[in-house]
């Protein structure tokens, strides 16, 4: 195995990631990736977490208590105050991984709160999944993927 790519015991692999930090912090929870760019005004419930934007591929997933992996944000600057909203209301993601900084995902991450990273050694959206459970430590740059065995299919 590779120095970023490591077995545990209780059949997980771990793999490591790095990058830069938007906004220090450390959570971690449940993944949930989208390949698609979010709208921040008119495309999330600011109420409830919820993706509401039509023909998202997460549309009525909740990223609530979950870590938000996406390439980034799209629309106007109304993004930073969506997001904010959904900090306010206690629906915010636990933390934020994205691939394409912009001026409104760094606003957007910088009001919510939740540790934020981009620039990564790898493309996140193309080794995290919905469901892994990730650590994001944000102030040091790092990320951590836990992913459990799949089943076989029968």
């Given at each position: 195995?590779?120095?970023?790519?490591?077995?545990?015991?209780?059949?997980?692999?771990?793999?490591?990631?790095?990058?830069?930090?938007?906004?220090?912090?450390?959570?971690?929870?449940?993944?949930?990736?989208?390949?698609?760019?979010?709208?921040?005004?008119?495309?999330?419930?600011?109420?409830?977490?919820?993706?509401?934007?039509?023909?998202?591929?997460?549309?009525?997933?909740?990223?609530?208590?979950?870590?938000?992996?996406?390439?980034?944000?799209?629309?106007?600057?109304?993004?930073?105050?969506?997001?904010?909203?959904?900090?306010?209301?206690?629906?915010?993601?636990?933390?934020?991984?994205?691939?394409?900084?912009?001026?409104?995902i760094a606003l957007g991450a910088v009001v919510t709160r939740a540790p934020a990273i981009t620039d990564l050694?790898?493309?996140?959206?193309?080794?995290?999944?919905?469901?892994?459970?990730?650590?994001?430590?944000?102030?040091?740059?790092?990320?951590?993927?836990?992913?459990?065995?799949?089943?076989?299919?029968?």
């Amino acid at each position: 195995m590779s120095a970023d790519r490591v077995g545990h015991a209780d059949g997980a692999t771990k793999i490591v990631l790095r990058g830069r930090k938007v906004v220090g912090g450390c959570a971690e929870g449940e993944a949930i990736v989208t390949q698609d760019t979010i709208s921040g005004w008119g495309g999330i419930n600011e109420r409830d977490g919820t993706i509401i934007e039509r023909r998202h591929e997460l549309r009525g997933r909740s990223f609530k208590d979950k870590i938000l992996v996406f390439p980034g944000a799209k629309g106007s600057s109304g993004w930073s105050a969506y997001f904010h909203m959904t900090r306010l209301n206690g629906v915010a993601p636990r933390a934020m991984i994205f691939n394409k900084m912009t001026t409104k995902i760094a606003l957007g991450a910088v009001v919510t709160r939740a540790p934020a990273i981009t620039d990564l050694d790898r493309d996140p959206l193309l080794v995290i999944e919905t469901g892994d459970w990730v650590k994001v430590d944000a102030d040091n740059g790092v990320v951590e993927i836990f992913k459990r065995p799949r089943e076989a299919p029968v």
